[in-house]
């Protein structure tokens, strides 16, 4: 029954460990309406185990600190045979097998190290009279995949297994959805968790049942601190900087726009944190980074996510060329501190980050890969050279963003082991340095790793009359059609008025060094909620457009758990199936509704087509 104030659902569900017939509970819920239809037949049971726990007195969800003293991994790290003692532990965990033996049983408990067996004896577990801790909770109302926690000793059994004796079973939450199941049988999983989509949008569950997935986060964890370790030991400061910026400056990107309710202004999403940090350099830090969430409204792929974490660095009277040692030496730390080992196996290509790295001009790369110098040469030359090579560029493109295209089409995928790219020329690199030795130039660096984009540095443009006119050609752009061109900053020219001193800077994706460190050739393998396209949900039909074909109210959700989910769904269905399907349902879940006729169904099916 429904009406404003509340709806009750009546749900009957078959429960095999207690009875083999059906049992009827009933809740009251409060604007919360559920649908018996709409749970699976382990959903309705493990609902039916909830009731049957209160009932019993044993909340499936307490409140209380449950003290944890152990881990699994630790335990087996530790234990010592023939000890005079066996060591008494306290560990939490969520079921993930287990064998019912009568009176004995063995449950695999996973916490958050990995995974211990657990032996439980009935009469060790409820030594007086009253067995129900044993013969009814753990035996038929708890399932796969809840939590519970465990106090007992440490022993080896006869298999030689480290096992815990429990003598306390503590119920810490019941899990309502059962997990998928991977089993293994010889080495091969089967029934595996493994559909790219579910597993990033359902990452919990990825966690849970795939062995390897939790430890590529670990690693991202110590790849960031080992970074951090090699920055903070040469007294280089972490700062944070603003997330929502009124003019999107440091990079060539399109921006993600919000609006500012009280200030009344647009605001943009960082797209990177660059000219932030140099007005610190301005400031007299001598060196300061930062790891940012960066956004950039551009396009998902196998190595590009809208949100994503870059590290920027800069340091006072440095230059690239300092910021190559740097850089090429930081990486080996990390290489070794995540891996134990320079080298990494990336898909097919095993990558070597033992310093030195290779160095070549951007210009020497394009002839080595193309056979055509393009130095010198104007935008229009520069358009010939990409018909004659099959580069595909546009009209809102400028001298920059054509060089560019020409690299990355014909130079980019070949470098596989580290290389350092560098001396780019000067229409690609507004906030860079002209270089030293040829003004065409600029002091910059990219590094590409596995045929792609690892880090971009420069020595740092300092010069503020430069760097407005660097910034006007890039209004010209946009102006252009450019989309990603960048703005003027002229609070940022007014900073370097004031005078910044000669300056490094270097920005790495984390995200692509982590898919490097533990060999994942996917970005969204290394982060926990990749950004993701809406979750597909089936078209149905509200109950008033049934109704109005003269189906009845109550009939509405069995004709959608049959499958026929719009009034169009209907108008297709042969009349003797539908009637058998939907008679078999409420027959099925004990629905109690009369049956319709053939002649009823007929005449549905028949106004639906209307």
């Not at 082991?417 to 003004?439: A, C, V, W």
């Amino acid at each position: 029954h429904r009406d404003n104030s509340r709806s009750i659902t009546i749900i009957y569900a078959k429960h095999s460990r207690i009875s083999s017939k059906f049992c009827i509970f009933a809740k009251i819920y409060k604007h919360i309406p559920m649908n018996i239809l709409d749970l699976s037949e382990q959903e309705i049971i493990r609902r039916n185990s909830l009731d049957e726990m209160r009932k019993l007195g044993i909340e499936p969800y307490p409140a209380a600190e449950y003290p944890v003293n152990a881990y699994s991994q630790e335990i087996k790290n530790n234990f010592v045979d023939g000890a005079e003692t066996p060591r008494q532990v306290a560990i939490a965990g969520r079921i993930m097998s287990r064998r019912i033996m009568g009176k004995a049983s063995f449950i695999e408990l996973k916490d958050s190290e990995g995974r211990i067996q657990v032996y439980i004896s009935r009469d060790d577990l409820c030594p007086g009279e009253d067995k129900e801790l044993y013969n009814t909770v753990f035996k038929k109302l708890l399932d796969i995949g809840d939590f519970i926690g465990i106090r007992g000793f440490v022993f080896r059994t006869q298999m030689g297994e480290i096992t815990v004796h429990a003598q306390e079973l503590t119920v810490l939450a019941k899990s309502i959805r059962p997990l998928p199941i991977v089993k293994m049988k010889d080495g091969v999983a089967y029934d595996a968790f493994e559909d790219p989509e579910l597993r990033y949008r359902q990452r919990y569950v990825d966690l849970v049942v795939n062995e390897g997935v939790k430890d590529i986060f670990i690693k991202r964890n110590k790849v960031y601190t080992s970074m951090r370790e090699y920055f903070n030991s040469r007294g280089y400061l972490e700062v944070e900087t603003p997330i929502l910026q009124s003019i999107p400056g440091g990079a060539a990107a399109r921006p993600f726009m919000t609006h500012h309710n009280a200030l009344d202004i647009p605001l943009y999403l960082r797209i990177a944190d660059e000219l932030y940090l140099k007005r610190l350099i301005v400031g007299g830090f001598e060196g300061v980074y930062e790891f940012s969430k960066n956004f950039r409204n551009e396009g998902m792929d196998r190595t590009h996510n809208p949100e994503f974490t870059c590290m920027e660095i800069y340091v006072s009277y440095k230059d690239y060329n300092w910021m190559m040692d740097f850089t090429e030496k930081m990486l080996e730390k990390i290489c070794l501190d995540v891996n134990g080992t320079t080298e990494v196996k990336v898909g097919e290509n095993t990558i070597n980050f033992k310093t030195p790295f290779k160095r070549i001009t951007m210009l020497d790369a394009i002839k080595e890969h193309t056979g055509i110098d393009i130095s010198g040469m104007d935008e229009a030359q520069l358009r010939e050279v990409c018909k004659k090579i099959g580069v595909e560029v546009d009209e809102t493109m400028g001298k920059g963003k054509i060089i560019d295209e020409i690299f990355g089409e014909k130079c980019e995928g070949h470098y596989i082991q580290p290389t350092f790219i560098t001396d780019y020329p000067i229409e690609m690199s507004p906030l860079t340095k002209r270089h030293r030795n040829n003004p065409e130039l600029t002091e910059r660096f990219e590094l590409m790793v596995n045929g792609k984009e690892l880090c971009n540095a420069y020595s740092e443009l300092n010069d503020p009359i430069d760097q407005r006119l660097r910034f006007e050609e890039q209004l010209r752009l946009s102006e252009k059609g450019d989309d990603e061109a960048m703005f003027i900053d002229n609070d940022f020219i007014r900073a370097l008025e004031y005078g910044m001193p000669p300056t490094s800077g270097m920005g790495i994706g984390m995200d692509r060094l982590v898919m490097l460190m533990t060999g994942q050739t996917t970005i969204q393998e290394v982060l926990l909620f990749p950004q993701m396209r809406p979750e597909k949900v089936q078209k149905r039909d509200n109950e008033a457009a049934y109704t109005t074909i003269n189906i009845p109210a109550e009939w509405v959700a069995p004709i959608q758990k049959a499958g026929y989910l719009t009034v169009a769904d209907v108008a297709e269905a042969n009349p003797n199936k539908m009637h058998q399907e939907i008679c078999g349902i409420n027959k099925k879940y004990k629905l109690e509704l009369a049956n319709p006729t053939i002649d009823d169904v007929k005449e549905w099916v028949e106004n639906a087509k209307r």
